[in-house]
């Protein structure tokens, strides 16, 4: 039986993620890894990863890999596609650098709400299609 899971802190979003990153890219993860990569302490990791498990999201014990769960896999997936959208906006309409959209998507990606995400991946898709758009924009920009 799965756990419902209520709202993640904007934390335990971003470790759910690393672990989800690392989990689909086949590369085995323990918590002094994911703190060396977060670059957080190992006391703050074993906290948050402590919280994942009681929330059923990952499976772990100090001496193995973190194993993320179907529930995990389900969240973390959300918050993945989340940053992935607000990042490819930011990257594709408005032009920003991807280091600098990267790190703003990992902000906000915590509090946007799912109405406003959905408007910005259409409006990505409609610049997309219609590159016309985007190079009046571009245009319009540069005359300011």
């Avoid at 993640?8 to 759910?16: N, P, Q, T």
């Avoid at 060396?36 to 074993?46: D, G, M, T």
């Avoid at 709400?113 to 920009?141: G, R, V």
Wanted: charged letters at 30%; hydrophobic letters at 35%.
């Amino acid at each position: 039986m799965q756990k419902e899971v209520k709202n993640l802190s904007s934390g335990l979003e971003d470790y759910l993620e690393a672990i989800y990153i690392s989990h689909i890219n086949n590369e085995p993860l323990k918590g002094a890894e994911l703190a060396r990569k977060l670059n957080i302490s190992r006391a703050s990791v074993s906290e948050a990863l402590s919280k994942l498990v009681a929330k059923g999201l990952i499976k772990y014990n100090s001496y193995e890999a973190i194993a993320i769960t179907q529930s995990g896999i389900d969240e973390a997936m959300k918050v993945y596609t989340k940053h992935h959208t607000l990042e490819h906006f930011f990257e594709k309409v408005l032009g920003i650098k991807k280091a600098e959209a990267s790190e703003n998507a990992c902000k906000i990606e915590h509090i946007v709400s799912q109405n406003i995400l959905d408007e910005m991946q259409d409006f990505t898709q409609f610049c997309q299609k219609h590159t016309e758009i985007l190079e009046l924009y571009k245009k319009e920009k540069l005359n300011k």
